[in-house]
């Protein structure tokens, strides 16, 4: 049981497709526990199994297949699948089909067919530039992550737009905010905070809370950065 509720954890930290696809459809013997990564890749193919889509992705070191949430995705798209987690001979109960290997993650679209996602993961478009917040614990989203070593367990103050909201999880809400600082290729534009107030994508918010780096939750997953138990307000 324990094994079981921090394989759900690790696929909840890093974004993967949700939990509800978590819990139906993966074989937790499955799941590989590295580092999180990026992809980037053209879509040659894709499986539409609602409310996700399976992407077969030609990538500049081959083809690997990705699933995200469901999307409007067009063929030849370039997409980045972002914070994606590897599982080896995963069987899909839906499409009856075992995959060898295949990425979880959330997508981040770019060039032809990127399009706005209602389904709650990261934006598409890069987020505008968000007004840092002022005070002396005040930082923009690429501060935090270049001073994740000397801030990790004090408080930081950061204001920046909801791009990803999951709530009720474990008895909080999670929230991933941009402010357009930082950049997806560097893998700094964007911070995961967990909170008891509510949120909407697209909000502009204010946070408050303890930084943590190199978070262990068990299951050999790790959260490089992550802010805990923060207060919110919503401008």
Known sequence: MLQRYRYLLALFAIGAADLAVAQADTNPASVQTAQPTSLVG???????????????????SGEVWAAVSQAPIGEGSTVSVSQSMLLRNFKS?????????????????????????PHGIAQSAPVAAVAKASGADARSVEQVWAQAAQLSGKT?????????????????NWVHIQDGSGAAAQGNQDLTVTTLEEAAIGDIVTISGVLHADKDFGAGYRYALIIEDAKLSKE
């Open 42 to 60: 053209k879509v040659v193919e894709q499986i539409p199994a609602p409310p996700y889509v399976y992407l077969r992705l030609q990538t500049s």
């Open 156 to 172: 930081v103050l950061v204001r920046g737009q909801v791009v990803k909201y999951n709530p009720a999880v474990m008895g909080k």
């Open 93 to 117: 109960k839906t499409l009856d089909r075992t995959f060898p290997e295949i990425y979880f993650g959330m997508l981040q679209q770019s060039g032809a067919g990127a399009a706005a996602n």
